[in-house]
């Protein structure tokens, strides 16, 4: 798989996915088994497929199922770093959050993954 669209797949396929069965499947095929995920600078690191699955399970349920992640340009990658940047809300309307992910990708792996969510404007 391209290194690019592993980042792609993470948001489209991994945190856009409703149904458990079928994120857990892509997370195998595309994240380490034992990838870290950064939230935040403050929290701590999130490890492994089960520990990121239940975080997605948790924001999930905060969301109207109409949500949606749409990238804002294709992910770019660049000696093992990828990058992409998106927005999170229903299609068509303005979104409630924006931000980027940054991964560090290992033998055709995710084994990093950093959140930067933008500021809330106003």
């Known amino acids: 798989m391209d290194n690019k ?3 792609e797949d993470s948001l489209l396929k991994v945190w856009s ?7 857990l499947a892509v997370m195998q095929r595309i994240y380490a088994a034992d990838i870290i ?13 089960q520990a990121i ?6 924001l999930q349920s905060q969301w109207p199922p109409e949500f949606v992640f749409s990238l804002t340009r294709p992910a770019v990658f660049n ?3 990828s990058h992409v940047a998106w927005t999170l809300g229903a299609a068509q309307a303005t979104p409630v ?3 980027m992910d940054i991964a560090i990708i290992e033998n ?5 993954l950093y959140l930067y969510l933008d ?4």
Request: hydrophobic share 30%; net charge negative; no cysteine.
């Open 17 to 23: 996915e409703r149904n458990d069965e079928q994120r």
């Open 53 to 58: 699955d239940a975080l997605i399970k948790t």
């Open 97 to 99: 959050a924006s931000g």
């Open 37 to 49: 995920f950064y939230e935040t600078d403050q929290g701590e690191a999130i490890k492994g497929h």
């Open 5 to 7: 669209q592993l980042l």
């Open 79 to 81: 000696h093992g770093v």
């Open 108 to 112: 055709g792996l995710i084994k990093e």
């Open 119 to 122: 500021a809330p404007a106003g």
